[in-house]
């Protein structure tokens, strides 16, 4: 018996377009964002918003190949502690919220940011 598959986070997220539009809105709530947006001062912000879009493109399900570096490596060095990923964190749901992300969607999404912990605080 077949039945349909239900769609990917790829999809419910709008597919590449509305992931690269996620990623830009993330960026740039980063870079105004008190708690954190010091960390952004010396990055290439359309690299960043690049990279960050075809992360989440690749790890949901989309056809992007990311190019960037593995989390620790990208973070080690920033010295982060769990305000500064609540933060980032907040910034996401901010504008999942902001474009209407149904619940499930938004809550899988925060379930797979939480899971980075390890990986980009070294504290
Ligand atoms: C929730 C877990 C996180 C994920 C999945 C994540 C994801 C990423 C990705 C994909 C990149 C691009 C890396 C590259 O291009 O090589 C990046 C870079 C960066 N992230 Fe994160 N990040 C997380 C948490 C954080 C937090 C909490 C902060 C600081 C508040 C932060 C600050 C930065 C900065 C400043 C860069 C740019 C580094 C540069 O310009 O060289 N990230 N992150």
């Known amino acids: 018996m077949t039945s349909p598959e239900a769609p990917s ?3 419910r997220l709008g597919g590449t377009d509305g992931i690269n539009e996620i990623a ?8 105004i964002n008190p708690a954190i947006k010091d960390f952004f001062a010396d990055s290439d912000m359309e690299k960043l918003t ?9 790890g949901s399900g989309g056809p992007a190949e990311y190019q960037g570096r593995d989390m620790p490596s990208a973070h080690k060095d ?3 502690n769990e305000a500064h990923l ?8 901010g ?4 474009r209407g992300v149904d619940p499930v969607t938004r809550n899988e999404v925060l379930g797979i ?7 980009v605080l070294f504290q």
């Open 9 to 11: 986070l790829y999809d």
């Open 86 to 93: 609540v933060a980032a964190i907040d910034d996401v749901l």
């Open 95 to 98: 504008v999942l919220d902001a």
């Open 50 to 58: 690049r990279d960050v879009a075809d992360f989440f493109n690749m």
């Open 24 to 31: 830009a809105a993330v960026v740039q709530a980063h870079s």
């Open 113 to 119: 940011l939480y899971s980075f912990k390890g990986e």
């Open 78 to 80: 920033m010295n982060l």
